[in-house]
């Protein structure tokens, strides 16, 4: 990473880093007991790895009317190539995947009063994917051109703005409130009829938190926040292996919506600090698999999947933490 000072008031930092993976091993792929009787695979290694990050980032802590401001522009690439032979297979195939990332950030605050300060900004991030696949006969050494794991022309936009506005103007309680509305933008071609695939979604979702100290050193929060995600690229444009089987790409996934509630304790003494903490999370529309085709019945491993909504999934949690200071 680099930091320049534009003043005394303004920076400009640049961060880069790589890190390269070789012939990591697909061990649930290779191994029984992941569902399997039998290893599904004699070959499935991703021969590489190689990720690729750099971003800009712009501070001024005096922009304007505004208490500061922060701009991120950033370039990432996810290059991984796999070599994948299937039990008894006379195939080796040889897949690519590239992913380009564009991603552009921002955000300001703003104190109004002593009672609020506002954050407020955006989001955008554009994957482009490239993916290639040859088939090779072990034995003749013939290689064959064939589709790769994701849809040709594959795109997507992923964006959002959103505000948050942090309030003590009620004495005992703090307020925290927020909104943010997401918009996803996505297309690709089929890979047998060449036709464009496109869709988007969008969401306006908001979030309410209410904090109060009941003791000395002791504080209570209450949470409850809307979500929403859109079914990524992986799920919409991509066909590929997990340890149970085959999983289908599918283009007309339904978004997840979401509701979440929490209330929390933390307690802070002289020489040590606990946390606890209940939730409830109800997920709609939420990503599974469903199951089109057991070629060998009994026999685990070979089944076929495709992506669907498969209705409400529901998560209760506890969480408890303890330090010593």
Same mark, same amino acid.
């Given at each position: 990473?680099?930091?320049?000072?534009?003043?005394?008031?303004?920076?400009?930092?640049?961060?880069?880093?790589?890190?390269?993976?070789?012939?990591?091993?697909?061990?649930?792929?290779?191994?029984?007991?992941?569902?399997?009787?039998?290893?599904?695979?004699?070959?499935?290694?991703?021969?590489?790895?190689d990720r690729e990050?750099?971003?800009?980032?712009?501070?001024?802590?005096?922009?304007?009317?505004?208490?500061?401001?922060?701009?991120?522009?950033?370039?990432?690439?996810?290059?991984?190539?796999?070599?994948?032979?299937?039990?008894?297979?006379?195939?080796?195939?040889?897949?690519?995947?590239v992913t380009d990332? %564009?991603?552009?950030? #921002?955000?300001?605050?703003?104190?109004? $009063?002593? /009672?609020? &300060?506002?954050?407020?900004?955006? *989001?955008?991030?554009?994957?482009?994917?490239?993916?290639?696949?040859?088939?090779?006969?072990?034995?003749?050494?013939?290689?064959?051109?064939?589709?790769?794991?994701?849809?040709?022309?594959?795109?997507?936009?992923?964006?959002?703005?959103?505000?948050?506005?942090?309030?003590?103007?009620?004495e005992a309680f703090?307020?925290?409130?927020?909104?943010?509305?997401?918009?996803?933008?996505?297309?690709?071609?089929?890979?047998?009829?060449?036709?464009?695939?496109?869709?988007?979604?969008?969401?306006?979702?908001?979030?309410?938190?209410?904090?109060?100290?009941?003791?000395?050193?002791?504080?209570?929060?209450?949470?409850?926040?809307?979500?929403?995600?859109?079914?990524? %690229?992986?799920?919409? #444009?991509?066909?590929?292996?997990?340890? $149970?089987? /085959?999983? &289908?790409?599918?283009?007309?996934? *339904?978004?997840?919506?979401?509701?979440?509630?929490?209330?929390?304790?933390?307690?802070?003494?002289?020489?040590?600090?606990?946390?606890?903490?209940?939730?409830?999370?109800?997920?709609?529309?939420?990503?599974?698999?469903?199951?089109?085709?057991?070629?060998?019945?009994?026999?685990?491993?070979?089944?076929?999947?495709?992506?669907?909504?498969?209705?409400?999934?529901?998560?209760?949690?506890?969480?408890?933490?303890?330090?010593?200071?």
């Open positions: 990473s680099w930091e320049h000072a534009l003043g005394a008031k303004r920076g400009l930092r640049f961060s880069a880093s790589r890190t390269r993976d070789f012939d990591v091993p697909r061990t649930d792929r290779m191994n029984a007991g992941f569902g399997q009787t039998n290893p599904s695979d004699d070959e499935h290694f991703f021969t590489l790895q990050r750099y971003q800009l980032t712009y501070t001024d802590t005096e922009a304007g009317f505004t208490d500061g401001m922060q701009v991120r522009a950033s370039l990432r690439r996810y290059d991984e190539k796999r070599r994948i032979r299937a039990r008894n297979s006379t195939t080796r195939r040889l897949e690519q995947d990332t %564009l991603g552009l950030g #921002a955000d300001w605050t703003k104190a109004l $009063g002593d /009672t609020h &300060l506002l954050t407020w900004g955006f *989001d955008a991030d554009y994957d482009e994917v490239d993916s290639t696949r040859d088939n090779v006969n072990i034995n003749t050494g013939v290689v064959t051109a064939a589709g790769g794991t994701f849809q040709p022309d594959s795109k997507y936009l992923s964006s959002g703005l959103f505000v948050r506005d942090e309030i003590s103007a009620f703090d307020l925290t409130a927020g909104l943010r509305y997401a918009f996803v933008d996505y297309s690709f071609k089929d890979f047998t009829t060449g036709v464009k695939d496109e869709g988007d979604a969008s969401a306006l979702t908001g979030s309410l938190q209410v904090a109060r100290n009941v003791a000395e050193g002791a504080r209570v929060t209450g949470t409850i926040a809307q979500a929403f995600r859109a079914p990524n %690229l992986a799920e919409l #444009a991509k066909s590929g292996t997990f340890a $149970g089987g /085959t999983e &289908l790409a599918n283009p007309d996934l *339904d978004p997840e919506t979401a509701l979440y509630e929490e209330i929390a304790l933390d307690l802070v003494r002289p020489t040590w600090n606990a946390a606890f903490g209940v939730y409830h999370n109800a997920i709609d529309n939420a990503a599974a698999r469903r199951l089109i085709s057991d070629p060998t019945p009994g026999v685990p491993g070979d089944e076929v999947y495709q992506r669907a909504n498969g209705g409400e999934l529901e998560y209760y949690g506890i969480e408890a933490s303890c330090k010593r200071k």
